[in-house]
Structure formats: structure tokens, C-alpha cells
């Protein structure tokens, strides 16, 4: 009987420099007479108090502050694996594989004193530091045997996983030049420490049949159990059925001359989600905070003891075609729901807490996915061949107990409801710019008793205006193309991607689109279909700078089509020839030259 032990370590490490995003806000927001360099080419320092001119509504200069601060980051991972093999009889076999890990990684926010705004005189410096852990172990027996023309195989075992993460930090001001420890800050001085634990437990099987290598039933059940949940709602029982008929192996298309091969087949399983990390279902206290120089508890976390599983119902049938030996298409068709969803909900204002963890509502998940693969030319020197894939999917929302409003950063909301579509905006609808006054306009509905809109008309009153639904972020489809060219040794291959029908709100537009709201703030060059408005009876797309209250509020006006099509990647490749490879004593060596992300076809307005 055969054993194999076999263990692997791998050791990785990374190193490099990250930014603050306020960096990048300044430059894209300063004026682009503001020169961030004096004669000498020195960068030079910008406060409200500058002897010279700054344009700019923001007195910083980011080139001043890159120059004068630092963001660096490190760390390394360590994987080892040890996997055993044991085959016990001929049909019998165990196979264990395990893996511990650590990981640890440090990040710095460094400021001289130097730097203009909050920081300067002080300098400010912030560590932190994170040590993950864990391990993971599936311990398995399978079997696999045929009698006559059946085939039975399957396994059942028992999987182990655990983990803990450990976040160390501080941060403080009055740094002396030149330092940047914290043993040295000799103000505003905070620490901060904590951990995260988790830990799973799966008991697993699953039993395959076939007949005549034409049909083909597979069942599992596997039961997992988390640490995420309490006791008596910890474990989730999870199965799962399919069957298949390999078509082309029956008698009368064995000998087809169009079809090479044909499997239809389908599936209902169910599977489980529990990732919302430690201690969600407890009532929790903080004691992050002080009280006459003591730790003092706060609350923060409203119990939840039945908190459980989020389930994900999954029913899907397709087929996998092929013909004439040079087309092969797969076709997918689906209906999942996702229930229990693990939500943060809304309580009542009573209760003290805006949200607290719960399952409630379901997702309905649907759509049909098509992947085409063709030879189109098949020539002694030349080939051509093309896939092609598309996903149309909807999202649909279930069983909520009451509508609710999401509102997020910068006052963007989305509405969940019974009904609706996942990530669905919910704004007023800009109406465009009075041609009389050139004052912005948004869309007010009027409604009757039970609700049902009866009319629509435009306000020039923000606060009138109607929230509505107005687009979900995700899209109606999506898909890709590779072509892939061959002429002898050479290659040339295309890959696109595509989307169409998400929804974007472009919410840099609001500053650099602002109407003159903010006019020391830069601004983009309009497109040629927009026009500002400039006299009663003008037409046009942007209101008068002179009354153009409340237009950068949230409204359609900055909600846009998504939709783009992308060069993702261009290769030319050369493969050396046999000759050649002959003489180096190798088996193959190709050159390349690739570009990505080469251009992106779009008519989104921002960034």
C-alpha cells in the first residue's frame, strides 16, 4: 500500500511605499496657475498666511507635502504545508492536507513638522502593526470502484480551520526633526489594540454514481459549524444533488458527423455564509474611552443570540456542446436565493442603537451565461480563434420586513424594498435648467390617497424635489473576447471586457462641475454637448453660476451610465523554433510583449 508524505514551506515578502488621498484630492482640486515650484525648482510651502498669491480655495501644495512625508509599508508571509496519502486498498484511499500560516505586516504615516495644515510645527507619525495566524486541516477517505457498468466513488471526512489576528498601533504629534519613532512624540499621544478570532468545523461527504459513463448523479451533504454564532445556532446543515447525461456517448450520436459532444445536466445545493466576523451576536460594552482617568464602558453592540447561517439556495441546468470539432458553447441557466441575509437593520429609535445585526431578507439571484469558443480558420500556417462569454443577471430583493434607505458618504443613498433591485440609487431626478432663469429644475410627482403617482411637474426647489428610484449599480450584463491570431511562430491575441447598464455616480463631478459654488476650485473642460446658460430663452445643459443654489446636491444630474468597453490586453508572442531549441538543449522558449489596460470606450463623464 502506497504512502506519500510530502511538506512544503513557502516564504513571501513585500515592500513598498502608499499615498495619502488628500494629496491626490489637492491636486486634482488647486487652480492651474498655482505654480507648486519657486524659481529654483524647490517645492514651496502654502498656508493661509503666504506672502504671494495662491489661488487655490485649499492653501496646501501637495507637491510640498509628498516632498515632507512618507507612507511606507512592509511585510512577509510563512506557509507551511505537510499533505499525507495513504492508499489503504485498491478502491480505498485517505488523503490529509494541512497548512499553518503566519503573516505579518506594518504600516507607517509619517509627517515632518514641515508640511502645511494640522501638522505643521508638530509633525505626526502613525504605526501599525498586524500578526495573523492560523491553520487549516481536511482529513479525507474516499473510495472509488466500478462493478460491470457501474461506478461508484465518494468521500467523507472532517475539516478543520482557525485563525487570530492581533492589530497594534499608536500615533502622536511634536516629533523632533529628523525622528520619526514614537517613543519621541511628545503629544496628542493614543494607542490602540485589539484582536479577532474565528474558528470552523465541517463534517463533509458526497457520493457519485455513473452508468455507462452516460449518466451521472452526484449527492453531498457537509454540516459546518462557526464560532461566529452562539452555541445552539452555531452549526448549518448544507446539501446538495446534480445529474448529468453525457449525450454524445449514446449509440445514435456516437457516429454523428456534426455533433462531437453533449452533456446536459442540472443541480439544486445549498451553501452557507457566516463571514461577518467575531462576536456579532453578543451584546458588547467598549471601554475604548475614559472616565476620571479610569477605563469606562460604553455601549456598543445591541444583542442579537439568534443570529445564524445566511443561506444560498442554488438551481441551475445547461448543456456543454460541441460541432464539427470547431465550435464549443456552454450554456448556463440559473435561480439562486440567498436567505437569512446577515444584515445590519435598522432598529427603533427606542432601542438606542441605529442598527443591529440580524438575518432578515432574501436576495433573488437569476440569469442564463453563455461562453462560445470557435476555430474560425484552421490553415497549415495560420489560425484564428475567438472566445466569447456573456452573463445576464438580475437581482432581486425578498422577505425584507420593512423598506429602508442606506445612506452613505456625501448624503448618496440607496433604497432596499421588497422587490427591488440590489445597490438601487435613490435620489431626486434632475429636470435640467430653467430656460428663463437658468436655475436648476429637479422632478416632483404628485400622488393620490393610496400612493399611485397621478403627474409629474418640475421644482426649482431642491427641497420639493422627489426621492425616486433612479438605476442600480450593477449591471444588466457583462461579458468578454479574446481573438487569438497564429502565423507560424508568431501570436497575436486581443482581450476585451464589457458592461452595460450599471449605474455611476460620478461624485468628483460635484467639485470639479460645481456651477461656480466653488470657484477657486479647478474645473473640467466641458464636453461639447453641454452648455452653460447665459440668457433667458437659452437652452442649455449647466445653470447660470448666478443662481445655481443647491445644483451639486445628490441628483441624477451626476448619476451615469456606467457602461464601457475595455481593451484589457494586447500580446505579440514569438515561439523559437524546434531548430533552434534543438541546439539549446530546451524544450520551448517564447518571447512576448504585452500591453494592459490599453484603452477603455466610454461615454462616463468623470473618474
Do not use: C
Not at 397 to 413: E, H, I, M, R
Amino acid at each position: 500500500h502506497k504512502i506519500n508524505l510530502t511538506n512544503t514551506i513557502n516564504l513571501s515578502g513585500v515592500q513598498g511605499k502608499s499615498y495619502d488621498y488628500n494629496d491626490i484630492y489637492y491636486s486634482f482640486l488647486n487652480l492651474p496657475w498655482d505654480n507648486p515650484y519657486d524659481s529654483a525648482g524647490n517645492a514651496v510651502y502654502v498656508d493661509g498666511n503666504s506672502p504671494f498669491k495662491w489661488w487655490s480655495r485649499d492653501k496646501v501644495n501637495p507637491v510640498h507635502t509628498i516632498q515632507n512625508s512618507d507612507h511606507p509599508y512592509k511585510g512577509f508571509d510563512v506557509n507551511y504545508d505537510v499533505n499525507l496519502s495513504v492508499g489503504i486498498t485498491p478502491w480505498l484511499s485517505f488523503a490529509s492536507t494541512n497548512r499553518v500560516s503566519a503573516a505579518y505586516s506594518k504600516s507607517s504615516s509619517y509627517y515632518s513638522g514641515l508640511v502645511a495644515g494640522q501638522y505643521h510645527g508638530t509633525g505626526y507619525l502613525d504605526d501599525q502593526s498586524t500578526l495573523n495566524y492560523g491553520g487549516i486541516s481536511n482529513n479525507l477517505l474516499k473510495f472509488d470502484f466500478g462493478f460491470g457498468d457501474h461506478r461508484l466513488s465518494g468521500l467523507a471526512g472532517i475539516a478543520l480551520e482557525g485563525g487570530k489576528s492581533e492589530y497594534l498601533g499608536g500615533s502622536g504629534r511634536g516629533l523632533p526633526f529628523g525622528l520619526r519613532v514614537l517613543n519621541v512624540v511628545s503629544s496628542n499621544l493614543s494607542v490602540n489594540g485589539y484582536y479577532d478570532q474565528s474558528a470552523i468545523l465541517s463534517y463533509l461527504s458526497q457520493l457519485n454514481y455513473s452508468y455507462q459513463n452516460k449518466y451521472f448523479v452526484t449527492g453531498s451533504f457537509r454540516v459546518d459549524g462557526s464560532s461566529a454564532f452562539q452555541k445552539n445556532k452555531r452549526y448549518g446543515s448544507f446539501p446538495a444533488i446534480s445529474a448529468g447525461w453525457l449525450a454524445s456517448n449514446e449509440n445514435f450520436l456516437k457516429s454523428s458527423g456534426l455533433i462531437d459532444f453533449l452533456k446536459i445536466r442540472g443541480g439544486y445545493g445549498i451553501t452557507g455564509t457566516q463571514d461577518i466576523g467575531a462576536s456579532r451576536y453578543l451584546g458588547l460594552y467598549s471601554l475604548a474611552s475614559q472616565y476620571n482617568s479610569q477605563s469606562a464602558a460604553t455601549p456598543l453592540q445591541l444583542a442579537s443570540p439568534g443570529l445564524t447561517w445566511e443561506s444560498k439556495h442554488q438551481l441551475n441546468v445547461g448543456f456543454d456542446l460541441s460541432l464539427f470539432k470547431r465550435i464549443a458553447l456552454t450554456v448556463d441557466v440559473y435561480n439562486n436565493i440567498t436567505k437569512n441575509l446577515l444584515l445590519q437593520v435598522s432598529q427603533p429609535l427606542s432601542v438606542g442603537f441605529e442598527t443591529r445585526w440580524e438575518n432578515s431578507g432574501d436576495i433573488q439571484n437569476k440569469g442564463i451565461e453563455f461562453t462560445l469558443s470557435t476555430k474560425n480558420i484552421q490553415a497549415r500556417n495560420f489560425a484564428w480563434n475567438t472566445d466569447f462569454n456573456i452573463s445576464f443577471n438580475s437581482n432581486k430583493l425578498q422577505n425584507l420586513p420593512a423598506d429602508f434607505v442606506k445612506t452613505g458618504s456625501w448624503a448618496l443613498s440607496q433604497i432596499y424594498r421588497n422587490g427591488g433591485n440590489l445597490y438601487e440609487f435613490y435620489m431626486p431626478v434632475w429636470d435640467g435648467v430653467n430656460a428663463q432663469t437658468g436655475g436648476p429644475m429637479w422632478s416632483k410627482l404628485t400622488k393620490d390617497a393610496n400612493g399611485n403617482v397621478t403627474g409629474k411637474e418640475s421644482t426649482s426647489n431642491y427641497a420639493d424635489a422627489t426621492l425616486q428610484e433612479v438605476g442600480s449599480a450593477l449591471p444588466k450584463y457583462q461579458g468578454g473576447i479574446t481573438n487569438t491570431f497564429s502565423y507560424k511562430n508568431f501570436s497575436f491575441s486581443v482581450n476585451a471586457y464589457f458592461l452595460y447598464g450599471n449605474k455611476v455616480y460620478s461624485n468628483n463631478l460635484r467639485f470639479v462641475m460645481n456651477d461656480g459654488n466653488e470657484p477657486y476650485y479647478n474645473q473640467i473642460v466641458l464636453p461639447s454637448d453641454y452648455k452653460i446658460w447665459t440668457h433667458p430663452g437659452d437652452i442649455a445643459t449647466n445653470p447660470s453660476p448666478q443662481n445655481s443654489a443647491n445644483a451639486n446636491e445628490p441628483s441624477t444630474r451626476y448619476l451615469k451610465d456606467g457602461s464601457f468597453l475595455s481593451i484589457r490586453n494586447i500580446t505579440l508572442a514569438y515561439s523559437l523554433p524546434a531548430s533552434v531549441l534543438k541546439r539549446l538543449k530546451t524544450e520551448g522558449i517564447t518571447l512576448s510583449v504585452s500591453a494592459d489596460n490599453v484603452y477603455t470606450f466610454t461615454k462616463f463623464l468623470g473618474q
